[in-house]
């Protein structure tokens, strides 16, 4: 089952705290600022992040880029990052995206239970060539270590 989170769009001012909370946990931090990339946040009672969401669309909008999906590891096991996914996937889905892609070398079986399955990444990479985070991968060689997924978008997003 997942749980509901309530998520704020992230706003300029909130960029170096979710930088922050990415890097500890280990994420891409590209373009994390850049207009195209479409970034939610979960906050805690005090106002501190606990759980972000995004994807950024390819420039004709039929692919997702799914990112950014974390969970403070104090808030994991809730359903949180289903519930984070799924908002995702949904939104993207909402904006006329039909596939969603993302890059995971270490959670694949939390992907495979929202209906991914492991992709081609260079097919991901010519999907998605103008996103920030294909971009950067491209440029430092990183893409050829990645893990690519992909779930058409429009049917079922939930595990």
Known sequence: ???????????????????????????????L?????????ERDETGAIVGSTGYELSAD???????????????????SGSALATFALTRAAEEGARTAWLFS??????WQNLGFEPA??????????????????????QLKREIAWSRPLGGRTGA
Do not use: K, Y
């Open 120 to 141: 081609d990444r260079n097919e991901l990479a010519a999907a998605l060539a103008d996103t920030h985070q294909v971009r950067l991968f491209q440029q430092t060689g």
């Open 1 to 31: 089952m997942t749980r509901r989170v309530e998520l704020e769009r992230c706003r300029p001012e909130d960029v170096e705290a979710l930088t922050a909370f990415l890097e500890a946990v280990d994420l891409t931090l590209s373009g």
């Open 33 to 41: 600022d850049a207009p195209s990339v479409r970034l939610w946040v």
């Open 105 to 110: 070398r270490r959670s694949g079986p939390f």
């Open 61 to 79: 909008g039929c692919h997702a880029l799914i990112r950014s999906v974390a969970v403070r590891p104090t808030h994991r096991s809730r359903g």
